[in-house]
């Protein structure tokens, strides 16, 4: 069974860091483009970050760029997102998702996800 089960959120104070995980299980990352995606109260979810099956590539989206980074270690078969300079608009629950494919950079299609992770950001 294709499983991805994310960690390390929880609360943090505005300009602090929180470096979330997304272990897979049931298969291996290596042929999947990964995305971290985040749904606040009231809002749609939106895309964050993403990265290729590869590693080589990667995408942000522009209210993130410069404080996280998305990285892959294929030996953990898990995906990171480390997001410094927290700000309180990034308070959501933030979920990984892969979908097979080596040529994207970002998961398209029927996507696998996790059951997501809360992060708040407060004072």
């Known amino acids: 069974q294709l499983q991805l089960v994310e960690s390390g959120g929880g609360l943090v104070q505005p300009g602090g860091s929180l470096r979330l995980s997304c272990a897979a299980s049931g298969f291996t990352l290596d042929a999947y483009a990964i995305g971290w995606f985040r749904q606040a109260p009231g809002k749609e979810r939106e895309r964050v970050s993403c990265i290729s099956s590869s590693g080589g590539a990667t995408n942000y989206a522009d209210s993130v760029k410069g404080r996280f980074t998305i990285s892959r270690d294929t030996a953990k078969n898990s995906v990171y997102l480390q997001m410094n300079s927290l700000k309180p608009e990034d308070t959501a629950v933030y979920y990984c998702?892969?979908?097979?494919?080596?040529?994207?950079?970002?998961?398209?299609?029927?996507?696998?996800w996790g059951q997501g992770i809360q992060v708040a950001v407060s004072s």
């Open positions: 998702a892969a979908a097979p494919g080596t040529g994207y950079v970002c998961p398209i299609g029927t996507k696998t």
